[in-house]
């Protein structure tokens, strides 16, 4: 059974940093491409950043040079941090897999007031 389960979240001003955390169950985590979303208040939920098995990355253009995702495999874990940040970044973020299914964690608010 997948479970993932993400925190990190929190409000902070804008040019504020915050680093968030996604602990993963229930997959072979070490093979699966993973990946942060988010989604906004009355919008739809979009790719931020992922990162394959290898450790490479791709990113939103709206979040490049600004975030960086990076994965422990020892720990089953996968992190955002976050930098730079502005009241548009303001959404839940979520993580899955790069193909998600139909499950969703409870993801984690993240907040940037101007």
């Known amino acids: 059974q997948v479970q993932l389960v993400e925190s990190g979240g929190g409000l902070v001003q804008a040019g504020g940093s915050l680093r968030l955390s996604c602990s993963a169950s229930?997959?072979?985590?070490?093979?699966?491409?993973m990946a942060w979303y988010r989604q906004a208040p009355g919008k739809q939920r979009e790719l931020v950043a992922g990162?394959?098995?290898?450790?490479?990355?791709n990113y939103a253009d709206s979040v490049k040079g600004r975030f960086t995702i990076s994965r422990d495999n020892a720990k089953n874990t996968v992190y955002l941090q976050m930098n730079s940040l502005k009241p548009e970044d303001t959404a839940v973020y979520y993580c899955?897999?790069?193909?998600?299914?139909?499950?969703w964690g409870q993801g984690t608010q993240v907040t940037v007031s101007s």
């Open positions: 899955n897999t790069l193909r998600p299914g139909a499950y």
């Open positions: 229930g997959i072979i985590f070490s093979i699966n491409a």
């Open positions: 990162i394959t098995n290898s450790r490479g990355t």
